[in-house]
């Protein structure tokens, strides 16, 4: 067999691939040895995939419209959680 040839997990389908990979990580969660990430954590983790994304050419870019879509999408479903919009309200005034 040619030394390039997909073998075990890289031979599967992505459906497969991504079925196992959630069981690994419900399984650490289960454990308790799952990293939790900090909002600052994810923060520079988004960002770096961003700029990857951008430096590879293969980042969505919006038009003027799709993010006029996407924030009246996400402000209508922040705005159907009234008690969680309170919350950010209360936490906003402590600062």
Partial sequence: MPASGKRGFGSMDEAKQREIASKGGQAA???????????????QAGSKGGRAAHEKGSAHEFSSEEARAAGRKGGEASSQDRTRMAEIGREGGKH
Avoid: D, I, P, V
């Fill in 29 to 43: 969660h289960l454990k308790g040895s799952a990293h939790e990430f900090s909002s600052e954590e994810a923060r």
